[in-house]
């Protein structure tokens, strides 16, 4: 009789097993669930929308790659889009302040639902959060690379010659949209997604470039 019992308690388990199985075959996919679960548990708020969850279609090649290298021709078609979204200085002017640039570097804050929507420069860089950039600051992130020396290591004595064009736009854009130059780059999008406007840019370029900066000292 014991036995009898194991057998049709091992058989009732492995038929609820299936059904499970089968369940989630048919039911909604996890990227459904996460998606549905995202919409449900995140409203509107200040200046921070909903919208947000909306992935473009880099972020979204991006995500599926689950951090994968992406086949060649994939990822040059999403860098030549993102390339094309790249806007130079409207005045031609790439370098402002690399003291203000420091602040910005310095400052992870905006783009909460609590910032005001009008103030324009309420936004930082957060760039020590992934990079070292001068040496005087002790803390900093190592995601991305160094940047100690950026301008000085590259050559770039006077950002205004011709001779520094080239890299004083490829500069810009990477400040601008970093996936220009890597499909899957973890770097904001500062002026493609509105984080940063022109003229903090300008000062995050001379952080980088102004031979005065601490970063090529």
Not at 3 to 14: C, N, P, S
Not at 80 to 92: E, F, H, K, V, Y
Not at 109 to 119: E, K, L, P, Q
Request: charged share 25%.
């Amino acid at each position: 009789m014991k036995k009898i019992f194991v057998q049709r308690t091992v058989v009732a388990v492995a038929a609820a097993l299936v059904l499970g199985v089968l369940g989630c075959a048919t039911g909604p996919t996890l990227d459904q669930q996460v998606t549905a679960m995202m919409k449900a548990d995140f409203r509107d708020e200040g200046i921070a929308k909903v919208d947000r969850l909306q992935q473009d279609a880099s972020n979204e090649v991006c995500s599926k790659a689950l951090g994968a290298p992406l086949p060649e021709a994939e990822a040059k078609k999403i860098e030549q889009a993102n390339l094309a979204t790249i806007r130079m200085p409207s005045d031609g002017k790439f370098l402002g302040d690399w003291k203000k640039g420091e602040e910005l570097a310095q400052n992870g804050r905006g783009m909460t639902w609590t910032d005001n929507s009008t103030d324009t420069k309420a936004n930082g860089g957060n760039c020590y959060n992934c990079h070292q950039i001068t040496k005087a600051e002790i803390s900093f992130g190592t995601i991305g690379p160094s940047l100690y020396n950026y301008g000085k290591l590259r050559g770039v004595t006077d950002p205004a010659s011709a001779d520094a064009r080239a890299m004083v736009e490829y500069t810009w854009g990477k400040l601008w949209n970093a996936r220009a130059s890597n499909a899957c780059s973890n770097m904001p999008r500062f002026g493609h997604n509105h984080i940063l406007d022109e003229g903090q840019i300008r000062d995050l370029m001379a952080l980088l470039l102004d031979p005065k900066s601490p970063v090529n000292q």
